[in-house]
């Protein structure tokens, strides 16, 4: 049943597998797996208990003894009292009532004692109380394999996210590394986390039910005591008390044998007096020593298991520390970089506007130039008009053309007239 309810759920949640709910047990490692196998093993063994419980419950509202059958119940009205069981709807050998029932009437057939037929009682009501606790073992320890899964969850998920940020840091310490080394590590923690949660929240969908399962069973071994106490101990009638038997061979011969011997067996009745007083108080220390042997293995187990936990929960404390400094030293390198390039583009800045006023200056420097150049030629010009001798004429160049003649081409000279 635990197997096919555990293929069931996987199946109804494959489409969903995408979103956060479905994720828990398809994207969180293979720990989610046998953390549902358990738990629906477990659901499996409540349900069965559960209609056992309620097959418990019908019974009990059988009228195993009638009174009509008997008042009383005797040697003689055994056999009537078995058939009316055997007739009974629904009544089986596995139910608390009938079997106690039944195994109280054929003691009584064979011992003929009422009182031996109560401590058999006493003694079959403590064993279906132990058979009650007995069948929850296996659940209690589900319920404690559950949580123990969850931390193995935790543990691979940190131990995955560290080597994620290991192989990082090995690679040199790129960004981009860095960036993937981040997004492996929130993986491993989501990892880490989500066991754990769905492990402690399995662990108490089985718990709670499992506990309220077991009260009410326990609550149906009390019922089935008192139906017994007063219906089935307080009408047994073997004939000893009422003096049926007594007489059958004379109340006088009885009562001599009688005292003769219990004057025989005086003496002895006394030893074994004082042996059952020394047996008892021999009992009861071996009882007690055995309780305190017992309370001591639970305390030393429960202990290491506590050191156990808090072990592990101190490992991860400082799995997850170093991770933080870790990521903390990221994060300073990160704010580091950020302030370089920064740096770095207000330079290229302050530099782009040097070059731009060193371009401004030396444009202006090459203007003036130019202009001096041409005043010059003018005054040459005028003065060699007033000399006479000879007739020059300079033709004015582009502003253009000068600054070509100045840095790249060759400056296109004026046309020179001889004389006329």
Same mark, same amino acid.
Not at 174 to 199: E, H, W
Not at 205 to 229: M, R
Not at 275 to 293: P, Y
Not at 320 to 334: K, P, S, Y
């Given at each position: 049943?635990?197997?096919?309810?555990?293929?069931?759920?996987?199946?109804?949640?494959?489409?969903?597998?995408?979103?956060?709910?479905?994720?828990?047990? @398809?994207?969180?490692?293979?720990?989610?797996?046998?953390?549902?196998?358990?738990?629906?093993? =477990?659901?499996?063994?409540?349900?069965?208990?559960?209609?056992?419980?309620?097959?418990?419950?019908?019974?009990?509202?059988?009228?195993?003894?009638?009174?009509?059958?008997?008042?009383?119940?005797?040697?003689?009205?055994?056999?009537?009292?078995?058939?009316?069981?055997?007739?009974?709807?629904?009544a089986s050998s596995d139910s608390f009532l009938i079997n106690r029932v039944v195994r109280g009437i054929e003691h009584f057939?064979?011992?003929?004692?009422?009182?031996?037929?109560?401590?058999?009682?006493?003694?079959?009501?403590?064993?279906?109380?132990?058979?009650?606790?007995?069948?929850?073992?296996?659940?209690?320890?589900?319920? @404690?394999s559950l949580p123990i899964l969850g931390f193995i969850g935790t543990v691979m998920g940190v131990s995955t996210a560290v080597?994620?940020?290991?192989?990082?840091?090995?690679?040199?310490?790129?960004?981009?590394?860095?960036?993937?080394?981040?997004?492996?590590?929130?993986?491993?923690?989501?990892?880490?986390?989500?066991?754990?949660?769905?492990?402690?929240?399995?662990?108490?969908?089985?718990?709670?039910?499992?506990?309220?399962?077991?009260?009410?069973?326990?609550?149906?071994?009390?019922?089935?005591?008192?139906?017994?106490?007063?219906?089935?101990?307080?009408?047994?009638?073997?004939?000893?008390?009422?003096?049926?038997?007594?007489?059958?061979?004379?109340?006088?011969?009885?009562?001599?044998?009688?005292?003769?011997?219990?004057?025989?067996?005086?003496?002895?009745?006394?030893?074994?007096?004082? @042996?059952?007083?020394?047996?008892?108080?021999?009992?009861?220390?071996?009882?007690?020593?055995?309780?305190?042997? @017992?309370?001591?293995?639970?305390?030393?187990?429960?202990?290491?298991?506590?050191?156990?936990?808090?072990?592990?929960?101190?490992?991860?404390?400082?799995?997850?520390?170093?991770?933080?400094?870790?990521?903390?030293?990221? =994060?300073?390198?990160?704010?580091?970089?950020?302030?370089?390039?920064?740096?770095?583009?207000?330079?290229?800045?302050?530099?782009?506007?040097?070059?731009?006023?060193?371009?401004?200056?030396?444009?202006?420097?090459?203007?003036?130039?130019?202009?001096?150049?041409?005043?010059?030629?003018?005054?040459?010009?005028?003065?060699?008009?007033?000399?006479?001798?000879?007739?020059?004429?300079?033709?004015?160049?582009?502003?253009?053309?000068?600054?070509?003649?100045?840095?790249?081409?060759?400056?296109?000279?004026?046309?020179?007239?001889?004389?006329?």
């Amino acid at each position: 049943m635990g197997g096919g309810m555990t293929v069931l759920w996987y199946g109804m949640t494959y489409p969903i597998r995408g979103n956060n709910f479905g994720a828990l047990f @398809w994207e969180r490692g293979p720990v989610p797996f046998p953390t549902t196998f358990l738990m629906f093993w =477990a659901m499996s063994i409540l349900i069965l208990k559960w209609l056992r419980l309620k097959q418990q419950r019908a019974t009990m509202l059988l009228d195993v003894l009638p009174t009509e059958i008997s008042d009383e119940i005797t040697i003689d009205s055994l056999d009537d009292f078995i058939t009316h069981i055997n007739e009974l709807p629904g009544a089986s050998s596995d139910s608390f009532l009938i079997n106690r029932v039944v195994r109280g009437i054929e003691h009584f057939r064979v011992r003929k004692s009422a009182a031996e037929t109560v401590t058999m009682m006493e003694s079959q009501s403590a064993i279906d109380a132990n058979n009650v606790a007995g069948s929850y073992t296996i659940l209690k320890v589900f319920i @404690w394999s559950l949580p123990i899964l969850g931390f193995i969850g935790t543990v691979m998920g940190v131990s995955t996210a560290v080597a994620s940020l290991a192989n990082s840091l090995s690679d040199g310490g790129s960004m981009d590394a860095m960036k993937s080394a981040l997004q492996d590590v929130f993986g491993g923690l989501g990892t880490a986390f989500d066991t754990t949660l769905l492990a402690l929240i399995m662990s108490m969908l089985v718990k709670i039910p499992a506990s309220a399962l077991q009260k009410n069973e326990e609550d149906l071994i009390t019922s089935v005591d008192e139906y017994c106490n007063e219906n089935l101990l307080r009408r047994l009638n073997d004939g000893l008390d009422g003096g049926a038997q007594r007489g059958a061979t004379g109340g006088q011969d009885t009562a001599v044998f009688r005292e003769a011997v219990e004057q025989a067996l005086g003496t002895q009745h006394a030893e074994m007096e004082r @042996w059952l007083g020394k047996l008892d108080a021999i009992g009861g220390r071996l009882t007690t020593q055995v309780s305190k042997g @017992w309370d001591n293995v639970n305390d030393r187990i429960e202990e290491q298991q506590q050191k156990h936990v808090a072990t592990l929960h101190q490992q991860q404390l400082d799995q997850q520390g170093r991770l933080q400094a870790q990521l903390d030293q990221m =994060a300073n390198a990160a704010d580091k970089i950020q302030a370089s390039l920064s740096q770095l583009a207000d330079q290229t800045q302050d530099l782009q506007s040097h070059v731009s006023d060193t371009y401004t200056q030396t444009g202006e420097s090459l203007e003036n130039h130019l202009t001096g150049v041409e005043s010059g030629l003018t005054s040459l010009s005028n003065v060699l008009t007033k000399l006479g001798e000879e007739q020059v004429v300079i033709q004015q160049v582009q502003q253009d053309s000068q600054k070509s003649g100045w840095f790249g081409g060759k400056k296109k000279r004026g046309t020179r007239n001889g004389r006329r």
